[in-house]
Protein backbone atom coordinates (compact mmCIF):
# COMPACT_ATOMS: atom_id res chain seq x y z
CA UNK A 1 0.00 0.00 0.00
CA UNK A 2 0.91 3.36 -0.48
CA UNK A 3 2.42 5.38 2.37
CA UNK A 4 0.62 7.83 4.34
CA UNK A 5 1.64 10.46 6.96
CA UNK A 6 0.84 7.99 9.56
CA UNK A 7 3.96 6.42 8.07
CA UNK A 8 2.80 2.89 9.89
CA UNK A 9 1.81 0.78 7.53
CA UNK A 10 3.36 2.23 4.59
CA UNK A 11 5.56 0.99 2.08
CA UNK A 12 8.95 3.51 0.41
CA UNK A 13 10.54 1.61 -2.57
CA UNK A 14 13.41 1.22 -4.01
CA UNK A 15 16.03 -0.46 -5.92
CA UNK A 16 17.40 -2.10 -3.47
CA UNK A 17 19.19 -5.81 -4.94
CA UNK A 18 18.20 -7.74 -1.57
CA UNK A 19 15.17 -7.23 0.70
CA UNK A 20 14.38 -9.35 3.62
CA UNK A 21 10.82 -10.24 4.87
CA UNK A 22 9.55 -11.48 8.14
CA UNK A 23 6.52 -12.78 9.72
CA UNK A 24 7.24 -12.65 13.77
CA UNK A 25 4.61 -13.86 15.57
CA UNK A 26 4.47 -14.81 19.69
CA UNK A 27 5.27 -18.35 18.84
CA UNK A 28 6.93 -18.42 15.59
CA UNK A 29 9.15 -16.40 13.33
CA UNK A 30 9.74 -16.78 9.68
CA UNK A 31 12.61 -14.78 7.99
CA UNK A 32 13.75 -14.87 4.43
CA UNK A 33 16.08 -12.84 1.81
CA UNK A 34 15.01 -12.01 -1.68
CA UNK A 35 17.31 -10.79 -4.60
CA UNK A 36 17.09 -9.88 -7.68
CA UNK A 37 18.13 -11.66 -10.60
CA UNK A 38 20.48 -10.48 -13.58
CA UNK A 39 17.26 -10.18 -15.41
CA UNK A 40 15.33 -8.08 -13.29
CA UNK A 41 12.30 -9.52 -13.83
CA UNK A 42 12.57 -12.30 -11.28
CA UNK A 43 13.66 -12.48 -7.73
CA UNK A 44 14.65 -15.41 -5.74
CA UNK A 45 15.08 -16.83 -2.36
CA UNK A 46 18.38 -16.74 -0.75
CA UNK A 47 17.98 -17.43 2.45
CA UNK A 48 15.35 -18.56 5.07
CA UNK A 49 15.63 -18.86 8.77
CA UNK A 50 12.73 -20.14 10.85
CA UNK A 51 12.54 -20.27 14.52
CA UNK A 52 9.97 -21.41 17.22
CA UNK A 53 9.65 -19.35 21.00
CA UNK A 54 11.06 -22.25 23.88
CA UNK A 55 8.97 -19.82 25.97
CA UNK A 56 6.20 -17.20 25.50
CA UNK A 57 7.11 -13.67 27.68
CA UNK A 58 5.10 -10.53 27.50
CA UNK A 59 8.25 -8.45 28.97
CA UNK A 60 10.33 -7.07 26.26
CA UNK A 61 12.58 -7.93 24.14
CA UNK A 62 10.27 -10.49 22.48
CA UNK A 63 11.89 -13.22 22.04
CA UNK A 64 12.67 -13.31 18.15
CA UNK A 65 14.58 -10.18 19.27
CA UNK A 66 18.06 -11.96 20.24
CA UNK A 67 17.36 -13.79 16.68
CA UNK A 68 17.01 -11.49 14.50
CA UNK A 69 20.42 -9.46 16.01
CA UNK A 70 22.33 -12.75 15.04
CA UNK A 71 21.08 -12.25 11.94
CA UNK A 72 22.11 -8.69 11.19
CA UNK A 73 25.77 -9.50 12.32
CA UNK A 74 28.27 -9.78 9.92
CA UNK A 75 29.35 -13.04 7.84
CA UNK A 76 32.20 -12.68 6.01
CA UNK A 77 31.90 -15.83 4.26
CA UNK A 78 28.34 -15.43 2.40
CA UNK A 79 28.31 -15.42 -1.39
CA UNK A 80 26.38 -12.00 -1.33
CA UNK A 81 28.27 -8.86 -0.55
CA UNK A 82 27.50 -8.13 3.23
CA UNK A 83 26.06 -6.07 4.93
CA UNK A 84 23.88 -5.22 2.55
CA UNK A 85 23.14 -8.68 2.88
CA UNK A 86 22.50 -8.75 6.67
CA UNK A 87 21.12 -5.56 7.18
CA UNK A 88 18.01 -4.55 5.78
CA UNK A 89 15.80 -3.47 4.70
CA UNK A 90 13.19 -5.33 6.39
CA UNK A 91 9.47 -5.38 5.45
CA UNK A 92 7.15 -7.28 7.99
CA UNK A 93 4.05 -8.56 7.46
CA UNK A 94 2.05 -8.07 10.98
CA UNK A 95 0.54 -10.91 12.53
CA UNK A 96 -3.11 -11.28 10.88
CA UNK A 97 -4.67 -10.84 14.27
CA UNK A 98 -3.25 -7.64 15.53
CA UNK A 99 -4.71 -6.12 12.02
CA UNK A 100 -8.20 -4.89 10.73
CA UNK A 101 -8.84 -4.11 7.06
CA UNK A 102 -11.64 -2.74 5.31
CA UNK A 103 -13.08 -0.83 1.70
CA UNK A 104 -14.82 2.41 1.23
CA UNK A 105 -16.33 4.35 -1.12
CA UNK A 106 -15.56 7.88 -1.66
CA UNK A 107 -17.55 9.83 -3.53
CA UNK A 108 -14.24 12.47 -4.43
CA UNK A 109 -10.85 12.86 -5.00
CA UNK A 110 -8.12 10.02 -3.71
CA UNK A 111 -6.32 13.07 -3.10
CA UNK A 112 -8.67 14.64 -0.65
CA UNK A 113 -7.84 15.82 2.63
CA UNK A 114 -11.01 14.75 4.01
CA UNK A 115 -10.15 10.87 2.68
CA UNK A 116 -7.36 10.56 5.16
CA UNK A 117 -9.79 11.67 8.34
CA UNK A 118 -12.32 9.48 7.14
CA UNK A 119 -10.38 6.35 6.48
CA UNK A 120 -8.57 7.13 9.79
CA UNK A 121 -12.21 7.54 11.81
CA UNK A 122 -12.88 4.08 10.50
CA UNK A 123 -9.77 2.12 11.08
CA UNK A 124 -9.93 3.42 15.08
CA UNK A 125 -13.87 2.12 15.07
CA UNK A 126 -12.88 -1.12 13.58
CA UNK A 127 -9.86 -1.16 15.88
CA UNK A 128 -11.84 -0.15 19.14
CA UNK A 129 -9.33 2.41 20.03
CA UNK A 130 -8.92 6.01 20.33
CA UNK A 131 -7.42 7.59 16.77
CA UNK A 132 -4.24 8.27 17.68
CA UNK A 133 -3.79 4.68 19.25
CA UNK A 134 -3.98 3.63 15.42
CA UNK A 135 -1.39 3.08 12.66
CA UNK A 136 -3.12 3.01 9.19
CA UNK A 137 -2.74 2.82 5.16
CA UNK A 138 -4.76 2.84 2.66
CA UNK A 139 -4.73 2.69 -1.23
CA UNK A 140 -7.07 4.40 -3.46
CA UNK A 141 -8.82 3.51 -6.50
CA UNK A 142 -10.84 5.16 -9.07
CA UNK A 143 -13.66 4.24 -10.52
CA UNK A 144 -15.28 5.01 -13.87
CA UNK A 145 -17.29 7.45 -12.35
CA UNK A 146 -15.92 10.58 -9.80
CA UNK A 147 -16.18 8.01 -6.93
CA UNK A 148 -13.29 6.14 -5.89
CA UNK A 149 -12.95 2.80 -3.61
CA UNK A 150 -10.26 2.74 -0.92
CA UNK A 151 -8.36 -0.54 0.59
CA UNK A 152 -7.40 0.50 4.01
CA UNK A 153 -5.53 -1.99 6.50
CA UNK A 154 -4.49 -0.69 10.35
CA UNK A 155 -3.24 -1.97 13.30
CA UNK A 156 -2.49 -0.44 17.12
CA UNK A 157 0.42 2.21 16.62
CA UNK A 158 1.99 0.96 20.13
CA UNK A 159 3.03 -2.60 19.16
CA UNK A 160 3.73 -1.23 15.58
CA UNK A 161 6.41 1.22 17.11
CA UNK A 162 7.58 -1.28 19.66
CA UNK A 163 8.24 -3.90 17.28
CA UNK A 164 10.18 -1.15 15.14
CA UNK A 165 12.16 -0.51 17.61
CA UNK A 166 13.12 -3.60 18.79
CA UNK A 167 14.26 -4.23 15.62
CA UNK A 168 16.26 -0.84 14.59
CA UNK A 169 17.84 -1.98 18.02
CA UNK A 170 18.83 -4.95 16.08
CA UNK A 171 20.41 -3.06 12.98
CA UNK A 172 17.47 -3.83 11.07
CA UNK A 173 15.78 -0.83 8.58
CA UNK A 174 11.83 -1.32 8.42
CA UNK A 175 10.58 0.85 5.64
CA UNK A 176 7.28 -1.06 4.96
CA UNK A 177 4.84 -3.27 7.32
CA UNK A 178 2.15 -5.03 5.94
CA UNK A 179 -1.33 -7.45 7.12
CA UNK A 180 0.02 -10.79 6.54
CA UNK A 181 -2.52 -11.95 5.07
CA UNK A 182 -2.05 -9.19 2.35
CA UNK A 183 1.65 -10.30 2.09
CA UNK A 184 0.81 -13.81 1.64
CA UNK A 185 -1.84 -13.71 -1.24
CA UNK A 186 0.84 -11.06 -2.85
CA UNK A 187 3.55 -14.00 -2.71
CA UNK A 188 1.41 -16.71 -4.06
CA UNK A 189 0.46 -14.80 -6.98
CA UNK A 190 3.63 -14.03 -7.75
CA UNK A 191 5.11 -17.28 -7.18
CA UNK A 192 6.54 -18.92 -10.27
CA UNK A 193 5.83 -22.45 -10.41
CA UNK A 194 2.72 -23.81 -8.94
CA UNK A 195 1.02 -21.76 -6.41
CA UNK A 196 -1.40 -24.04 -4.80
CA UNK A 197 1.52 -26.58 -3.38
CA UNK A 198 4.35 -24.07 -2.99
CA UNK A 199 5.74 -26.58 -0.10
CA UNK A 200 6.09 -29.05 -3.48
CA UNK A 201 9.56 -27.11 -3.60
CA UNK A 202 11.96 -25.72 -1.11
CA UNK A 203 11.36 -22.59 0.15
CA UNK A 204 15.30 -21.63 -0.47
CA UNK A 205 14.31 -22.44 -4.00
CA UNK A 206 11.62 -20.13 -4.38
CA UNK A 207 11.29 -17.56 -6.99
CA UNK A 208 8.82 -14.55 -8.23
CA UNK A 209 8.00 -12.67 -10.89
CA UNK A 210 7.66 -8.86 -9.71
CA UNK A 211 4.37 -8.76 -10.93
CA UNK A 212 1.40 -10.68 -10.18
CA UNK A 213 1.34 -13.95 -12.47
CA UNK A 214 -2.06 -15.49 -11.57
CA UNK A 215 -5.51 -14.78 -9.17
CA UNK A 216 -5.96 -17.42 -6.94
CA UNK A 217 -9.66 -19.18 -6.45
CA UNK A 218 -11.21 -19.46 -3.56
CA UNK A 219 -10.16 -22.92 -3.12
CA UNK A 220 -6.89 -22.15 -3.46
CA UNK A 221 -6.37 -19.81 -1.37
CA UNK A 222 -8.09 -21.73 1.73
CA UNK A 223 -5.35 -24.70 0.69
CA UNK A 224 -2.68 -22.02 0.92
CA UNK A 225 -3.94 -20.65 4.56
CA UNK A 226 -3.47 -24.26 5.52
CA UNK A 227 0.08 -24.95 4.20
CA UNK A 228 3.21 -25.64 6.39
CA UNK A 229 4.95 -22.85 4.76
CA UNK A 230 2.27 -20.16 4.91
CA UNK A 231 4.73 -17.86 7.32
CA UNK A 232 7.71 -18.20 4.46
CA UNK A 233 4.82 -17.42 1.91
CA UNK A 234 3.93 -14.07 4.47
CA UNK A 235 7.65 -13.27 4.92
CA UNK A 236 8.20 -13.31 0.75
CA UNK A 237 5.49 -10.91 0.45
CA UNK A 238 6.37 -8.55 2.60
CA UNK A 239 10.13 -8.25 0.81
CA UNK A 240 8.27 -8.49 -2.46
CA UNK A 241 6.39 -5.18 -2.14
CA UNK A 242 9.62 -2.81 -1.17
CA UNK A 243 11.76 -5.27 -4.23
CA UNK A 244 8.56 -4.75 -7.16
Known sequence: MHEVHTRALGARRGRWPVVWGALLGEQAMWLVCLSRQASARSVRVQAFEQAQADAVTAS?????AAHMQRMAQPRPWHRLRWPLFARGPLALAWP???CRQGVLSWPGDGQDPALLAEVHLEAASALGLPPAEVGFDFQPQKSASDACTVAWAAAARAPLRAGQQHLRAAGWQVPHIEPEALAAQRAAE?????PVLPWAVPVRDWQFATRPQRHLPDAAWRALQDSPHWGALAACGAALAVLA
Open 96 to 98: QAR
Open 190 to 194: CLLGE
Open 60 to 64: PPPWW
